[in-house]
């Protein structure tokens, strides 16, 4: 069953396989992102957070990333979904489909990522588009979306993410290094910031937002007793199938999964955990690139 989505409540379903309105979507294509509240139960959001707070697999691949002022952010990246609880999220049909609402076609998972911003230590993510980094990887199209799904409740004081509304209809925006983190142009951000209106994104766990890949975002430190946990969900338009191999997939066919896939395998000890991380200090070459373009100038 599909759990309550609290969206805005306008218009008919512009496409019966997701969840989004029309007027969802076209708040999306003028926003640069939209948000689905509620979409994760608490049931399903529950057991994510115990299978990602008890999986030694992930927390040892988790890499901090230094974000230019001495703090350092965690994350893990897995580039294909897998059949464990982190793929049933990014498989399930209620994320899947309504991507694909968001983008008008058929959508391949590019990979996710798990935040791990901790009570008092996580750090910032600087200014950045995603677009900015992967265009790297031989996309040549912005044709990506990105879902961050919360799994602790995320506020401005933990460090919740932060999006300058509207930014995605400036188009790439040049990056450079700051720290080990890829960041925008900092005079063209605070241009940017003096015309757009910034939003802080405070989610509850089970909410999501799903965000184009040229609209800028960071966030902040965490400063509270709290984490902020939350699992990134990316995905590439199957028709931008990269033209040169990188770190991240090519087009890989997305098999869906129905929703209720989720709690049947994450609470399943043997199945719940089943997937590959990714070694981002070896095989991210995407802030390499930008370091050799630093240096050439």
Request: with cysteine; glycine share 10%; proline share 3%.
């Amino acid at each position: 069953m599909r759990p309550v989505y609290k969206g805005s409540g306008e218009g008919e379903n512009s496409d019966m396989s997701g969840i989004f309105s029309e007027t969802d979507v076209a708040g999306y294509e003028e926003d640069g992102y939209v948000f689905a509240r509620g979409l994760f139960t608490s049931e399903e959001i529950g057991l994510l957070g115990e299978v990602a707070r008890n999986d030694q697999a992930l927390d040892s691949a988790a890499t901090a990333l230094d974000d230019g002022e001495g703090n350092r952010v965690r994350l893990s990246l897995w580039n294909h979904p897998g059949d464990g609880i982190y793929g049933m999220f990014a498989r399930s049909r209620k994320l899947v489909d309504s991507v694909e609402q968001l983008i008008g076609g058929e959508v391949y998972h590019y990979h996710s990522k798990m935040v791990l911003k901790d009570a008092r230590t996580g750090g910032a993510w600087a200014w950045h588009q995603d677009y900015g980094y992967w265009y790297q990887n031989g996309l040549l199209f912005p044709d990506l979306c990105s879902v961050m799904i919360a799994v602790d409740e995320a506020t401005e004081e933990n460090g919740c993410l932060q999006l300058l509304k509207g930014s995605q209809k400036m188009g790439r925006v040049n990056h450079v290094l700051s720290g080990e983190q890829a960041g925008a142009d900092r005079e063209r951000v605070d241009e940017a910031a003096k015309h757009l209106e910034l939003v802080q994104a405070t989610m509850s766990p089970g909410d999501a937002v799903f965000f184009h890949s040229n609209t800028l975002h960071c966030s902040g430190a965490n400063h509270s007793e709290n984490p902020r946990w939350a699992m990134i969900c990316c995905y590439n338009a199957a028709s931008n199938n990269p033209y040169k191999e990188s770190h991240h997939p090519s087009y890989t066919p997305l098999e869906k999964v129905d929703d209720d896939e989720i709690v049947r395998v994450g609470k399943s000890d043997a199945a719940r955990s089943a997937v590959e991380f990714a070694n981002i200090e070896e095989d991210d070459s995407s802030a390499k690139v930008l370091a050799e373009s630093e240096g050439e100038g």
